[in-house]
């Protein structure tokens, strides 16, 4: 039987959360983004007869990013399978208040991270002397953070690496592989080439960093129809560059379901071991035991 841990998805309880980002008119305006406006939870989870999942690790939805511990509370009374969960923070909170969240999210026996999406604000929020004294804060805390921004953004990666530097306690783990650049079929080959090059330095750049890990998913977000063979490329360049104890293969679920069904992921994950020609036990470590320890399920 296949032992799944997956370490990045998300469920839905839309009679109770806000999920703001989900209404219709509010950004990002996918054209099938209504094809997400359901409520998912556990039993939304189908995998084959031969694969069970073993647990999870849940990652911020927006059900309410002013109060992230509703979201908590919502989880640990509702999950049945062991799970850990990355709490919603925002990182610009002045600092008495951010402490007072941390403690609180820390007062749930799940919560061992926090996430705030950086995206297209990395470089303005990281720039910021509150928002690194806040990631210091969490460092202290024995909190991970899950960080979300492309790693093509070549000044944004200049702070983090320094941040970095000066917080060898903060365990950092980067989210969808830190936003890889699709081939270009069509168009400046050159261009495609050069943004490649920047995702692989800086991707190995933040591997020198013990305290980091990087979570491969999201590849619906890329492009709903993407190609296995660069999905395969990406995977390969985070194994180069990180090994294998510190790399984790995850759904992103339910957003996968823009390009396939959840069971159909975890059987693209394990044929990986003969299209990449990895070991049993590197496929082991890859879709369960990294995850079980970067997120401290046994904990």
Known sequence: MKQIIDPHLHFFELTQGHYQWLKEEKA???????????NFHEKSLLLDQDAKLAGFVHIEAGFDNAKPWQEIEWLESSCSLPFKTVAGIDLTLEQDAFIDQVKRLKGYQSVVGCRHILDDEAFELLSQK???DNLTYLADSQLSF???MSLGDKNAIGLLLDLLKDLPTLRMIINHAGWPPLDIKDGDKHESALLWQEWQVNLTALSKFKQC??????????????????QHKVIRECLTAFG??????????????LSQEYKSLWQDYFKLESKLKLTHDQIIALTSENTTYWYRLKS
């Open 146 to 148: 899950d960080l979300q």
């Open 130 to 132: 509150s928002v690194q």
């Open 28 to 38: 990002p305006f996918w054209p099938d983004k209504a094809k997400l406006r359901h």
């Open 213 to 230: 890990a990087i979570k491969c998913s999201g590849w619906e977000m890329a492009e709903r129809k993407y190609k296995q063979s660069w």
């Open 244 to 257: 294998d104890k510190r790399v984790m293969l995850a759904s992103n679920f339910p957003l996968t379901l």
